[in-house]
């Protein structure tokens, strides 16, 4: 006999048995009733396809636009899912594949753009050249600038002949806006390096004999301000967003003139004799930590006086030069006399032509091109991209604006000039100060503009409307220029959380191109988090955090902050209203290079994060840097083999008083969240006293139930500054490890920290960091 949903009656009070058979035939008919309206329906890509087909498994289509075309129709009917399944090959993109809510898609059912079953599906933003488009040098007279050793190794494209612009090199780092990159290349799958002396490491700045900061530049009447372009600079009194460019000439005419400013370039001398040896010194740039250890620049040299090896910069930078610490330093790029390093290459803008070395096996030149993002998703809803590979653009792989519930599984994020994924809303810098609205994201050509960093600075409270319920899961970035993955979502006007995520991804060597403030995971907005993920081989900040009530939590970072100073792995500060976030249960290890670096760093008066249950070995010069803010609580923390515990100072009584004065920096941010009214007050509630508290000076800060093991001193600074409660304990040696050599933390039952701290607990080591096996829910 076969029962249908109606013929459940005929068991009421028949007995147990028939009850429970009752039950099952239930749960049969919800079950047969989800599978009917989850029925899948299958579109086919594939790179041999064709624009008309019909998108079945014979007969695919060529592109993933083309795909959705054909999936529109489908999603008209409202029910099932879309899957588009990409055969495996490489797609290249010559402009963004989009997926907009109300012009292709309409987000009336789950859309999945996937890899079919275990193929490589590569989304690619550049172009490969073919083999016979690569060959020696055809010009004798320009070959002679190459070292003898190398000029028979060195090959050439034309680009003209490939049509590819190369684009041009710009300034970069500290304070200025990321946009997309002028051309680079890959070779073989990895990053070239343009042509640079020396090749590892940088050259100390020797003597400097004129600063050339941008406050040098200010005095003079002239206000720099970045464009896509560059730097270019605007006198005050042009209200008309008239520009004009750094090299123009005439400062004694009036404002409307064209202003000289190359006379505001750095100036120093060098000792090594290379300099001296490059032919062309206008094509040559500059990069290093030319003042602080946190601003990272780029500046294009104006002259070389070989007699007095002394160099000179055609445009100031942020902080000027200086010299006499370890990180006041350059290296030197753009010169083909240069390259002696599988791998470096070097652009002949007036020609149009490459020139590269190549490894002993060549078996790939790939060139990014493309400006835009790769992929766009906005105002969607169920859309859910998987194991797909994005890779060789100028600007960023994934733009995500307005989107709900959308998730990117097992995807890779490699060989872009940008980020792998930015979420929310690109801005781009006001060429007007005095009207200071950014132009938002409304097409791709200001998606490729995002200032969300410098932007943040005077707009605390901005929302970018990434969305909610957003997954990054699963996915490795690396080998990017300006950062890993951009997170936000949640207002901060209302503390309503946005619930976006990044879980159990790998994310390393992402700053190829611009140093500092660019993480590897960037969050903001409210109510966001980060767990598992490992973050490593970076100069500077893993974890960038802006916002409130984050959790940050069962991260492996390692390797960070490597070249910088005064910076952390884990970085926020300078809002005392970012409250509520929680860092625990992370693994800090091997942080910082020769500079003072930290692992979490609470900077100018950051207040109100909780952290707890983490583990610190190696872990820079300070372990936690408390920047005079306030209700910061370490507890149930592990501290090994790490100088300094701690760090507090009263620094808003000092050097950073300005902040906290009425009318300064820290009240207008508490005003752009209304502080003295819900849901702040409330939530928060020694926010409304900040200013009758005194915030000068740091309050509130615990720190107890922590274990430090080797460690060279307790405190950096007033220790009467903390709150360091009894239930510490410190100690030398091997304390009862499971494995002190192979960072094996585990505490064994006869350790002397149960005896010495009982009721301390470690998380469970195995579930820290990326796991290889994890799998979405």
Request: net charge positive; with cysteine; hydrophobic share 35%.
């Amino acid at each position: 006999m076969r029962y249908g949903c109606s013929s459940l009656n005929m068991f009421i009070g028949v007995g147990k048995r028939m009850k429970m058979v009752a039950v099952i035939f239930i749960c049969v008919c919800i079950y047969s009733s989800k599978v009917k309206a989850q029925a899948v329906h299958e579109i086919y890509v594939a790179v041999n396809g064709s624009s008309t087909a019909a998108g079945t498994e014979d007969q695919p289509v060529n592109s993933i636009a083309n795909a959705l075309k054909l999936a529109e129709g489908v999603a008209k009917s409202g029910t099932g899912k879309i899957q588009i399944l990409l055969r495996g090959g490489t797609y290249y993109a010559d402009k963004t594949i989009e997926i907009e809510q109300g012009k292709n898609w309409n987000s009336a059912v789950p859309l999945s753009i996937e890899a079919y079953k275990k193929e490589t599906v590569i989304i690619h933003g550049g172009k490969t050249i073919p083999a016979d488009m690569i060959k020696p040098v055809s010009d004798p007279k320009f070959m002679e600038r190459f070292q003898p050793a190398f000029r028979n190794k060195i090959r050439e494209v034309n680009l003209k002949t490939v049509g590819i612009d190369p684009g041009v090199l710009r300034p970069v780092g500290f304070g200025r806006p990321m946009a997309p990159t002028w051309m680079e290349v890959f070779l073989n799958g990895e990053p070239g390096q343009i042509a640079r002396w020396p090749n590892k490491g940088t050259v100390p700045i020797d003597s400097v004999l004129n600063g050339g900061s941008a406050d040098t530049a200010k005095k003079a009447g002239i206000k720099p301000v970045e464009t896509k372009d560059g730097l270019i600079a605007v006198h005050p009194s042009e209200n008309d967003r008239t520009v004009v460019t750094f090299k123009q000439s005439d400062t004694t005419k009036k404002p409307a003139k064209p202003v000289d400013t190359t006379k505001h370039g750095g100036t120093f001398t060098y000792n090594d004799p290379k300099p001296s040896d490059w032919k062309e010194p206008k094509k040559i740039w500059l990069t290093g930590f030319f003042m602080w250890g946190y601003a990272d620049d780029a500046v294009p040299v104006e002259k070389i006086d070989t007699i007095r090896r002394i160099i000179t910069t055609a445009l100031p930078t942020h902080y000027g030069f200086g010299s006499g610490k370890p990180w006041r330093a350059y290296y030197a790029y753009n010169i083909p006399e240069e390259i002696d390093v599988t791998g470096e290459y070097y652009v002949d803008t007036d020609k149009g032509m490459l020139y590269f070395l190549p490894p002993d096996k060549l078996k790939s030149v790939e060139l990014s091109v493309l400006e835009d993002p790769i992929m766009s998703i906005s105002g969607t809803n169920n859309v859910t991209l998987k194991n797909l590979r994005f890779t060789c653009s100028r600007g960023m792989g994934l733009y995500m604006e307005k989107t709900n519930d959308t998730r990117v599984i097992g995807c890779s994020f490699t060989n872009l000039g940008m980020m792998g994924i930015f979420m929310g809303k690109g801005v781009q810098p006001s060429m007007n100060e005095k009207t200071d609205k950014p132009a938002v994201a409304l097409n791709p050509i200001i998606k490729n503009s995002n200032d969300i960093i410098n932007y943040l600075y005077n707009n605390t409270t901005y929302d970018n409307e990434a969305g909610s319920n957003n997954g990054i899961i699963n996915c490795f970035v690396y080998n990017t220029g300006m950062g890993g993955i951009y997170m936000s979502g949640g207002s901060r006007v209302t503390l309503t959380p946005a619930h976006n995520y990044i879980k159990n991804c790998m994310i390393h060597d992402f700053n190829r191109i611009e140093k500092t403030y660019r993480p590897g995971i960037y969050i903001g907005g409210v109510g966001n988090s980060i767990a598992n993920c490992e973050i490593y081989n970076s100069p500077s900040v893993a974890i960038l955090l802006h916002g409130n009530n984050h959790v940050i939590e069962y991260n492996d970072i390692h390797h960070t902050t490597l070249e910088v100073d005064d910076m952390g792995a884990v970085y926020y500060g300078r809002d005392p209203t970012e409250l509520g976030n929680i860092v625990r249960y992370n693994f800090f290890h091997n942080l910082g290079g020769q500079n003072k670096t930290e692992a979490v760093y609470h900077d100018d008066g950051a207040c109100g994060m909780l952290v707890t249950g983490n583990i610190f070995y190696r872990a820079g010069t300070v372990a936690a840097f408390i920047g005079g803010g306030q209700d910061n609580t370490y507890t149930y923390n592990l501290i090994m083999n790490t100088r300094y515990a701690l760090h507090i100072d009263k620094r808003l009584n000092n050097w950073a008083k300005g902040t906290v004065q009425r009318g300064g920096l820290f009240e207008k941010r508490m005003d752009a969240v209304n502080y003295l009214k819900p849901p702040y007050s409330t939530a928060y509630p020694h926010l409304k006293d900040y200013f009758e508290n005194g915030p000068e000076a740091p309050q509130r800060n615990k720190f107890f139930m922590n274990v430090m093991v080797n460690i060279e001193q307790l405190v950096e600074g007033d220790s009467t500054l903390l709150y360091i409660d009894k239930r510490n304990f410190e100690t030398i040696g091997d304390p009862g490890f499971k494995n002190y050599r192979k960072l094996d933390f585990r505490i064994k039952h006869n350790s002397i920290i149960k005896n010495e701290l009982p009721g301390f607990i470690l998380p469970e080591l195995d579930k820290i960091g990326y796991r290889k096996k994890y799998t979405v829910e």
